[in-house]
């Protein structure tokens, strides 16, 4: 069993060698996109729940 884990490790830190980390640029980048994209549907949703809420009052009224 400990030759399992041992080997497991083993291919881990092989497959680690392989993977491409991002440079802090393309972090940077990356996160202000989610953050603009964030803000940006928000807003969306926020004006489409005002909007529906203005217009389920008035079928109400």
């Known amino acids: 069993m400990f030759e399992k884990i041992k080997e497991f490790f083993k291919e881990v830190k092989i497959e680690l060698k392989k993977v491409v980390f991002p440079q802090r640029e393309e972090i940077l980048g990356s996160t202000w996109v989610v953050i603009f994209t964030v803000i940006t ?15 389920v009052s008035w079928a109400l009224a």
């Open 41 to 55: 549907v928000s807003v969306f949703l926020g004006i489409v729940d005002l909007g529906l809420s203005k217009l």
